[in-house]
């Protein structure tokens, strides 16, 4: 239905709705002219994009891409959120992560959160990264506990964290139906983690507890992010949480809790990466499906799944730090969009440290710009009837879904893990990404892409080391790269200088500079240094200008018709100069004179971990 403005007017009448056709021949024309002579549906699959789990992102969204209906805020199936006034109320509560060994400066860092807009706290407690236990109470001096939820780390032992929790609201005189919060009891993510077995009866000893006496608290926290961290895909890690959140409700309807009761005493825990519109679609398609569960359990009211969204460790970077304020502000977003209850945003110094004051800041202030500038929180689902995402949510909860059979055909969550099952698909899945990332398909600005290599380390007090891991690995996008650029730190610490590549620029400015500017880029994120000085080299003057740059190997930049044109010449004259590697900014077919060619696409970590060997770069 059109709906007109007041004097009739439309400015949209005189024009006719375009037709899909209409569109694909418009891309059509616009390929043909950048050399891709294709038609049809071909047109619009070459500017498709494929991402993880076999999913195809289109360049055109219309409203004939059909999807389920995702419903209504507030019911089943809970798509567009558990809540049918989602996050307007109050905005999202902003839950701040504290890892502190030291009671005081953990109380400092506590209530200083707290009266900053931090609503709700995370603590690790016990093992070598958090709060002693005997130090629980001191550090939760002045800390309303009525007012501000708490949500416990205690590891694969919560039993002594626990108690100490419950006595210390006892002591202070806290109803017990007024404690908020959540035990974080999570053995399965825990035998994930560490490798040990689960003690599942622990998990339903303390839900038990907290849904006979404390109504306000969850026992159970489903944590899906040793499975991101150890290269999982987006529907991995849904399919994973689900067969976590199965088997807690196995063991608690067992033990005599309500399927109801069972669901209320869990809260469920995702990443929240910079592909904002994913992050959105995996929190979409995470409440849908565990709303599915809900319904053949036979409780499809308690279907409404507790979202707490942490931004994503694997994607953060050593090397330029300060762009990691920019992908957690994104992966934020997206949580706020996608219908996060609770958001933590990891400090942008996370991986480098113990985070500092300032790092904490502004970690919580992303939250409060996008609920209280940007106004984000004042829509329920933002991001419903965009077609784009409800067909994202749709594919992805599809493929989550057919990974949680395969889980649960496999026996379950646990013989999964057991069996390494779990494991080996996750490497095949970071083995598939890691590709990617050498061949800087999926790029990371400021490691494989702008790297800068005169920036000062961003340098942080280190974080207590943890017992060895005996799970899942934990993999970075940047580890690649961050190998080769310690490689090349270690070098100049012991020489005082850089590897360095020469760049044999053919012909004026306007022809090699794109290809220049290419190379230097790439040689730049192995840490090695380019030398382009002189501007333009030919076969008279190559041979001293590598001889002045100190290099060990030369890289020619130009186009194919100057390579064809004076790469043998140049190549001679770099070889008798000293050159021990001849690399070319292009494809094989357009020199076959050079040892290696360097082009977009090509494995970047391979060539430049061998140019680093060659020039003796330990």
């Known amino acids: 239905m059109t709906v007109l403005p007041a004097d009739g007017f439309s400015p949209a009448a005189e024009f006719t709705d375009p037709s899909h056709d209409q569109w694909q021949s418009l891309v059509e024309g616009v ?20 991402i993880e789990d076999g999913l195809t992102v289109r360049p055109l969204y219309t409203s004939a891409d059909a999807s389920p209906d995702p419903g209504l805020p507030g019911f089943a199936p809970f798509t567009r959120g558990s809540r049918a ?31 900053n807009g931090v609503t709700s706290l995370w603590l690790a407690v016990g093992g070598p990264g958090g709060v002693p236990v005997s130090g629980l109470a001191r550090a939760l ?36 139906e007024a404690a908020r919060g959540s035990l974080g009891v999570d053995p399965l993510g825990q035998a994930a983690r560490t490798g040990a077995e689960p003690d599942l009866g622990t998990a339903v000893h303390w839900a038990l507890l907290c849904s ?17 961290e150890a290269g999982g895909s987006a529907a991995e ?49 995470a409440r849908r499906l565990w709303a599915r569960v809900a319904e053949v359990c036979g409780a499809p009211d308690a279907g409404a799944q507790r979202q707490h969204a942490v931004t994503s460790s694997v994607m953060m970077t050593r090397r330029d730090p300060w762009v990691n304020m920019l992908r957690t502000t994104l992966a934020c977003l997206g949580a706020g969009v996608g219908g996060a209850e609770s958001v933590t945003v990891l400090p942008f110094d996370h991986v480098l440290g113990l985070p500092d004051a300032f790092a904490r800041r502004i970690a919580r202030n992303t939250s409060t710009i996008l609920m209280e500038e940007s106004h ?40 999964a893990l057991r069996s390494g099952m779990v494991r080996e698909r996750l490497a095949a899945t970071w083995a598939a990404r890691s590709r990617d990332l050498a061949r800087r398909k999926e790029p990371v600005t400021g490691v494989s892409e702008f790297p800068a290599l005169d920036e000062r380390p961003v340098e942080r007090e280190a974080a207590p080391v943890g017992p060895s891991r005996g799970g899942l690995p934990t993999v970075r996008r940047d580890e690649a790269f961050e190998t080769l650029r310690a ?13 360095k590549v020469f760049l044999a620029a053919l012909g004026p400015a306007s022809v090699h500079t794109a290809r ?4 230097a880029n790439l040689f730049l994120s192995g840490g090695i240094e380019p030398v382009h000085e002189p501007g333009s080299v030919d076969a008279s003057t190559a041979a001293a200008a590598f001889a002045a740059s100190g290099a060990g190997i030369a890289c020619l930049c130009s186009t194919e018709a100057l390579y064809a044109e004076q790469a043998d010449e140049v190549t001679a004259a770099l070889r008798a100069a000293g050159a021990q590697q001849l690399l070319l900014a292009g494809r094989p077919a357009e020199y076959a004179g050079a040892d290696v060619h360097v082009f977009a696409g090509c494995d970047v970590v391979a060539v430049l971990s061998s140019e680093l060997d060659r020039m003796g770069v330990a």
């Open 376 to 415: 984000l929180a004042r829509v329920t689902d933002p991001a419903g009837g965009s077609w784009y995402v409800e067909r994202l949510t749709d594919e992805l909860a599809s493929s989550a879904w057919a990974f949680f059979q395969e889980v649960e055909r496999a026996g379950g969550q646990a013989t």
């Open 212 to 228: 006979r006496e404390y109504p306000g608290l969850r026992a159970l926290a489903v944590d899906a992010l040793p499975y991101h």
């Open 141 to 176: 001096e002045g800390v309303h506990l009525d007012l501000a939820p708490l949500v416990l780390d205690a590891g694969a032992d919560p039993g002594p964290a626990v108690r100490e929790l419950l006595g210390l609201y006892e002591t202070r005189g806290l109803a017990k």
């Open 31 to 50: 390929l043909r002219r950048s050399g891709k002579d294709v038609g049809g549906a071909a047109a619009e699959e070459a500017l498709s994009t494929s």
């Open 237 to 285: 890690e849904l399919g994973l949480s689900l067969a976590t959140g199965v088997a807690y409700l196995r063991e608690l309807t067992a033990a005599g809790l309500s399927v109801e009761e069972a669901c209320a005493q869990l809260e469920f825990r995702y990443a929240a990466t910079a592909d904002q519109f994913l992050t959105i679609a995996k929190l979409r398609a």
């Open 85 to 115: 006034t989602g996050n307007t109320t109050d905005g999202w509560d902003v839950r701040q992560r504290h890892e502190l060994a030291d009671p005081v400066r953990l109380n400092e860092a506590l209530l200083g959160d707290l009266e």
């Open 516 to 519: 220049a500017s290419f190379a």
């Open 487 to 499: 490689r090349s730190d270690a070098h100049l610490a012991a020489t005082g200088s850089r590897p």
